[in-house]
């Protein structure tokens, strides 16, 4: 009891800012950007709000939006995979430097679109994109704007953090989605947002003097003039690319965060938890509700293996972000309807390390972070990522692997049906003490009956 009071006055110590920005490390994942590129952005775009006068709710729209923009990116990972026939991860890093215009856009279809594939099978997949490219683009775009702005109110961010969001890929002339807002209808925190992502994207790849002759480019088209305008002006201080280049950029976000005394309690990191839960949920159709699944079996086989209520909490979230490293592996493996190959089955195991580097930068899931990311450890030692073994796995990490091997198995996947309940419970069975634990796999027994 006095360890759970502990670990309770721990989390009261942890700011809103503090979780949402080590979480926003995740969102980079899925947009295959470099580590960082939120945070990057989130600074730009608060300097530029305040260059232009913003302060007090404006301000802190600009950064939660802006931080946050990428929260329904992985909803639309499984479709670009299939439209495509690409990697979801390149191609998204790819899109982001394509030049404005037609041209450029077609240039980035014909050499993206199915690269690899039979000449056919290249041909008909660029005839339906160029067939149907208006409705694919705005069904992707709402798709994705619309699981963000939800997720951010499920986090508990205002309306206008929402809007912010939803209209990230919204253009100053009229032309952006998904809402075709034009000039000062754009929220101000998108056009902020949208501008510091484009300086971000260019700045990484070649340089300040990249980001400044993109951003002046898109000014009036894409961009908010009077934004770029003063964008020029902070780029012209040494001051502000020393920053955005400092190793300590991340905790001078922190320090610039809005609400630096606003404390967590337990009931916002259960919905937190249960946000991202859903943004991995959402990289493919075919671990829809997985994470919530795999949470509601490791709170009733706690229950009944007597984990005590504050760690059976803490199991729950544990259980919930289990899989979070996934968005850092492109659907093209995920979606794989084969046996994987030596390196591609490389990139999969990878996501356990990402689940532990992830949820690890959270202080309030520090203690989480070994549980979730082993959940693929087995009792034999022969599993990943650390060949843990009986006397090192955890006791919430046996629950968290058992309950994910039954979901698993029992819910569809790429590469065959669903199957029973009876014929999964048949197939853990053979590794009931080799890979999963004995008296939990009896116990989840009794609870699919």
């Keep these: 009891m006095r360890h759970e009071l502990m670990l309770e006055r721990r989390v009261a110590t942890v700011c809103r800012s503090e979780v949402v920005a080590a979480f926003s490390y995740a969102l980079d994942l899925t947009e295959g950007q470099p580590q960082g590129l939120s945070i990057r952005a989130c600074y730009i775009a608060g300097e530029l709000a305040r260059e232009i006068g913003l302060s007090g709710d404006d301000w802190a729209t600009v950064y939660y939006a802006t931080l946050l923009k990428d929260l329904g990116c992985s909803s639309n990972a499984a479709r670009i995979h299939e439209l495509y026939r690409a990697d979801d991860l390149a191609f998204k890093n790819r899109w982001k430097t394509v030049a404005p215009g037609l041209k450029s856009t077609l240039e980035f279809v014909f050499e993206n679109t199915a690269r ?13 994109i160029l067939r149907n490219g208006e409705a694919i683009a705005q069904e992707m775009i709402e798709t994705r704007c619309t699981r963000g702005a939800d997720i951010a109110r499920e986090l508990r961010f205002g309306e206008d953090v929402a809007q912010g969001i939803y209209h990230l890929d919204e253009r100053w002339d009229g032309s952006g989605r ?3 807002l034009r000039g000062d209808a754009i929220p101000l925190a998108s056009r902020c947002a949208l501008l510091a992502q484009i300086a971000d994207v260019f700045h990484t790849a070649a340089g ?3 980001a400044c002759t993109e951003v002046a480019l898109r000014s009036g088209t894409w961009l908010d ?4 305008r003063s964008f020029a ?3 012209g201080t040494p001051r502000f690319w020393a920053r955005l280049e400092s190793a300590s950029l991340e905790m001078q976000v922190a320090a610039m965060a809005p609400d630096l005394e606003e404390e967590v309690d337990e009931d916002y990191l259960d919905a937190i938890t249960a946000a991202f839960g859903k943004v991995v949920d959402a990289k ?3 671990t829809a509700g997985h994470s919530q699944r795999v949470a509601a079996y490791s709170e009733q086989l706690g229950q009944r293996l007597g984990v005590l209520p504050g760690r059976l909490r803490r199991l729950k979230r544990a259980a919930t972000l289990h899989d979070v490293g996934k968005l850092g592996v492109s659907s093209a493996i995920l979606e794989k309807p084969g046996k994987l190959d030596d390196a591609e089955w490389e990139v999969m195991r990878s996501h356990a390390v990402h689940t532990q580097a992830i949820l690890g930068r959270i202080g309030a899931f520090a203690d989480l972070a070994p549980i979730a990311a082993a959940h693929h450890e087995r009792l034999d030692g022969f599993g990943y990522p650390l060949g843990l073994d009986e006397q090192t796995i955890s006791h919430e990490t046996r629950i968290i692997t058992l309950c994910d091997f039954y979901d698993a198995l029992s819910a569809e996947r790429p590469y065959r049906e669903a199957m029973a309940p009876a014929e999964a419970l048949a197939i853990m069975e053979r590794e009931v003490g080799t890979a999963i634990d004995p008296r939990g796999f009896e116990a989840l027994r009794e609870i699919v009956a």
């Design 116 to 128: 690899g594939a039979p000449l056919r099978a290249r041909v008909k997949a660029i005839a339906h």
């Design 233 to 235: 002006r902070l780029a």
């Design 208 to 210: 300040p003097i990249a």
């Design 225 to 228: 003039p009077e934004l770029c």
């Design 284 to 286: 493919s159709p075919y």
């Design 178 to 180: 998904p809402g075709h």
